[in-house]
């Protein structure tokens, strides 16, 4: 499956959101990410993604800063 190449798994440690304008029904909405910063602690990588969603006005509906954990069985060995 190629969405797992793309998307691997990964666990949610801390999720930001703000909410700027709510969205206009029949209006285009678009998400754009980009990754803000990636970094190693005690060994274990990490990666702070933002998305903003904007509708086709330009309007930023919403800004989402999600910081992941990308090496899922440190989790595991954690809680055995």
Excluded at 18 to 35: A, C, E, T, V, Y
Excluded at 49 to 59: C, L, V
């Amino acid at each position: 499956d190629s969405t797992k190449k793309l998307f691997p798994p990964r666990v949610n440690q801390r999720s930001i959101r703000q909410f700027f304008n709510p969205p206009i029904p029949g209006k285009k909405i678009q998400l754009s990410m980009r990754i803000v910063d990636k970094y190693l602690r005690d060994g274990v990588p990490y990666v702070i993604e933002e998305t903003t969603a904007t509708d086709e006005d330009g309007r930023i509906i919403e800004i989402m800063t999600v910081h992941q954990l990308l090496r899922t069985k440190k989790v595991g060995e954690k809680w055995a």
